[in-house]
Nanobody
């Protein structure tokens, strides 16, 4: 069974940067979209950014201009470059891959904490 393995989370000061990576442990065919969601304590999971197979991107308004999502289809990998981080970006970030053939895949989540 294919798993998504995330890395790159951690503690960073406000204004800092982090880069999240998500790699699939095996091949996923028919990918429609790859992206990232996040869930802060007491809040619902929300879309942060996603990129489709045709390279169309979609960002949450709160991260536009600060975050960039990039994919590498050959490696079944998706990245999230996060700049100018704010305390309100603190959350558990989840990788998501949507396949037209085999459905949704989710990572285990990686903690991002923005604090002094």
């Amino acid at each position: 069974q294919v798993r998504l393995v995330e890395s790159g989370g951690g503690l960073v000061q406000p204004g800092g940067s982090l880069r999240l990576s998500c790699a699939a442990s095996g091949s996923i065919f028919g990918i429609r979209a790859m992206g990232w969601y996040r869930q802060a304590p007491g809040k619902q999971r929300e879309l942060v950014a996603k990129i489709t197979s045709s390279d169309r991107t979609n960002y949450a308004d709160s991260v536009k201009g600060r975050f960039t999502v990039v994919r590498d289809n050959a490696k079944n990998t998706v990245y999230l470059q996060m700049n100018s981080l704010k305390p309100e970006d603190t959350a558990v970030y989840y990788c998501n891959i949507v396949s037209a053939i085999s459905g949704d895949y989710w990572g285990q989540g990686t903690q991002v904490t923005v604090s002094l």
